[in-house]
């Protein structure tokens, strides 16, 4: 499939994006964690979040859906059953490496599979550290890859100080953990995103964070509890950048999750001069959510250092769009993490971007953009089947001087299929 975008004068308009991807995968998986009826309003229905409700399925777990509202009823951890055939991934991560941190514990055999974009992804962080607690992992290219097959032991908690911050590790490791027979203690170098311990805290579970340092004591039952998924600041960002670098543009985007582990994107562009509001904050389930005011602005470069990624991961490629219309040099740095994405999105970002006139130096960790102001040039673009570089190149297409053409458009499924919808009402 391929999409044609044109240039526009003006991005006018009062939205809501996609469902919050990274709560919705965790809602799910939680949910079949406690016996009882757990009740989930607003799930993502894309194909990641999706492939994470065929998983639990396949355990025991009864899902009745109501459009995008769910009722989960668990038997609980204890009642989970082994799966008939493989689980299915798709080509969801976090789908793969949170299933693993539960399946590691439970008392049966189970094999999580995926597309041929999954198959090629890295797991030895997390196959590494759940052996080390006593699970029986198995995978392609010495245990590094998938498929994965694992056999379900007695674990024990234990010490991790990570290297690297990953919420998809960290969350995994939790979920072992509440099955080990004793204490985990996860130490991060950086905050990553924290919904995990959010929604086991607010489940019940003996979950402490100091600092950077979470521990988790095994053995309180966790209770079942109904969910409110906010907008995802994952998807905004794109309507961030775009309502920025297109003149003459407003968009208010409601009802946005703006947990402070989730937020870099926008301090990142403030800093850099964007004209973003915050109004009608307030609490819904556990999270932070609030409404976004954006008008354009004119940009100006930044340096994004390590310490910056983990609170803005998935917004890198996008940020980058920004970064090619800001006045001055910008610099990623630190983000070693997009090199084993859906597709190596510095490689990706950095290539196509290229095409559209943007001198831009590809980096190790990172890249190098010297920005024009003065706007881009139009192209065909390839996606390489990543959403995330499929939605930041159709914002680049906005400030293009001509149309631009968009290859392999349809991966915008994986985390918001109502993307191109959204983009077609607010161009005014």
């Not at 969801?92 to 299933?99: K, P, V």
């Not at 674990?155 to 990570?162: A, S, V």
């Not at 290859?407 to 077609?424: D, G, H, R, T, Y």
Request: charged share 20%.
């Amino acid at each position: 499939m391929q999409e044609k975008i044109n240039p526009v004068k003006a991005l006018r308009g009062d939205i809501e994006v996609s469902a919050d991807k990274s709560i919705s995968h965790r809602s799910a998986i939680f949910a079949a964690l406690a016996q009882g009826e757990s009740r989930i309003k607003n799930y993502l229905l894309a194909e990641d979040t999706l492939s994470t409700c065929h998983c639990i399925e396949q355990l025991g777990v009864k899902i009745v859906q109501d459009k995008n509202n769910f009722i989960i009823n668990s038997p609980g951890i204890e009642g989970l059953i082994e799966p008939a055939a493989v689980l299915d991934c798709g080509n969801s991560g976090t789908t793969m490496r949170l299933m693993s941190g539960l399946l590691a514990g439970r008392p049966f055999y189970s094999v999580l599979s995926g597309d041929e974009s999954l198959s090629n992804r890295p797991m030895r962080r997390i196959v590494e550290p759940l052996s080390s607690m006593g699970a029986h992992i198995w995978g392609r290219e010495n245990n590094s890859k998938p498929p994965l097959a694992i056999q379900g032991s007695k674990l024990q908690g234990g010490m991790f100080n990570m290297s690297v911050a990953s919420a998809q590790v960290k969350s995994a490791l939790l979920l072992a953990g509440l099955q080990a027979d004793n204490s985990t203690v996860i130490i991060e170098p950086h905050r990553s995103r924290d919904h995990s311990e959010r929604m086991l805290q607010a489940m019940g579970a003996d979950l402490s964070i100091e600092d950077n340092k979470i521990t988790l004591s095994p053995g309180k039952p966790l209770s079942v509890c109904d969910w409110t998924i906010p907008g995802d600041i994952s998807s905004a960002a794109f309507f961030l950048v775009a309502a920025t670098i297109v003149p003459n543009s407003e968009l208010r985007i409601r009802q946005v999750g703006i947990n402070p582990t989730r937020t870099g994107i926008i301090q990142v562009l403030m800093k850099m001069g964007a004209n973003i509001k915050i109004e009608n904050s307030t609490i819904i389930a556990g999270e932070p959510v609030a409404d976004l005011i954006i008008k354009s602005a004119p940009l100006k470069a930044i340096t994004v250092n390590k310490e910056m990624i983990p609170e803005m991961i998935d917004e890198i490629p996008v940020l980058a769009v920004a970064m090619a219309v800001a006045k001055g040099e910008s610099i990623v740095q630190g983000a070693n993490e997009l090199r084993v994405k859906e597709t190596d999105r510095i490689k990706a970002i950095s290539t196509e971007l290229r095409k559209m006139g943007v001198d831009i130096t590809e980096l190790e960790d990172g890249f190098v953009v010297k920005g024009n102001p003065e706007g881009l040039k139009s192209a065909q673009v390839f996606s390489y089947g990543d959403h995330r570089i499929a939605m930041s190149l159709a914002i680049a297409a906005l400030v293009a001087d001509k149309t631009t053409e968009i290859l392999s458009s349809e991966a915008v499924n994986i985390s918001f299929p109502e993307f191109w919808c959204i983009m077609e009402r607010i161009i005014a």
